[in-house]
């Protein structure tokens, strides 16, 4: 028989309206595995692909990657439709459902702070998207040759020119989008700055100048999504709005295999 391992989506608390219905990890059923106040969301998974070394080789496998990230999301969203949930990081793994337990057991009070942070709060996404290409698109043009140049000498000067003229639009981008955060942060609970993403990978053009996070009160909802609308108005940078996520940002807790 295969070795199995415990996967563990998300916990919530043990009272909440919890209807494990979305498929799990490859299909995997979900169900649930409680302690105390606690309950976790749990699939069995392979040993051979979830334990360490197969989880070395597969976190690798970009198409693998992308399968797992949607099937834990899946999970995760369809229990966050009805009750607060704080999910745990991708393939978080213990060796069974007495070892889920235990963790529920010796790790109740942080998971009941995170919990307690994100109940009536929904995370939104807010990417800004400079485009510098409109300043510094071109190839230097027959540059004038000013007193004393040759025209070698002036054709790397306006290379210069438009490089120090990229810079300057670039911090200009930043400080906008500094203004933007500040101004959204206003109004969320809480926020988080993210590294950009991969240009490659996210498929966008221009420079991200902000991937920010914010844990908005339900009751904020439609200001802050207003508030949206009157920023993209009036700025020069690409504004996109995703969301509403489940807390993702903020409710992410992780756990040590065990």
């Not at 933007?180 to 809480?190: P, T, V, Y």
């Not at 508030?227 to 996520?245: R, V």
């Amino acid at each position: 028989m295969a070795e199995t391992l415990s996967y563990v989506y998300a916990i919530s608390r043990k009272d909440a309206d919890l209807q494990p219905g979305a498929a799990g990890i490859a299909g995997s059923g979900v169900r649930l595995v409680s302690s105390g106040e606690l309950a976790a969301l749990v699939s069995t998974v392979s040993a051979e692909e979830f334990g360490e070394q197969g989880l070395r080789k597969n976190l690798e496998d970009l198409r693998w990657l992308e399968r797992t990230v949607r099937e834990h999301n899946r999970v995760v969203d369809a229990a966050a439709a009805t009750s607060t949930v704080a999910p745990l990081a991708l393939a978080t793994v213990y060796y069974n459902d007495a070892r889920v337990q235990a963790a529920l057991t010796e790790q109740a009070p942080m998971f009941l702070d995170v919990l307690a942070l994100i109940a009536g709060r929904t995370e939104w996404g807010v990417k800004a998207y400079a485009d510098l290409v409109k300043s510094t698109s071109g190839e230097p043009a027959e540059p004038e040759t000013g007193e004393g140049e040759r025209p070698g000498q002036a054709y790397l000067r306006k290379i210069r020119e438009q490089r120090k003229g990229r810079a300057e639009a670039e911090h200009e981008a930043v400080e906008r989008a500094s203004e933007i955060h500040d101004a959204l942060s206003k109004l969320a609970h809480a926020n988080r700055v993210h590294p950009p993403q991969n240009r490659d990978l996210a498929a966008y053009r221009g420079l991200m100048v902000l991937n920010g996070a914010y844990l908005v009160d339900d009751s904020r909802t439609e200001e802050f999504t207003s508030a949206i609308d009157e920023i993209k108005s009036g700025s020069s940078l690409q504004i996109e709005l995703t969301g509403p996520w489940a807390p993702y940002s903020f409710a992410v807790v992780s756990a040590e295999r065990q």
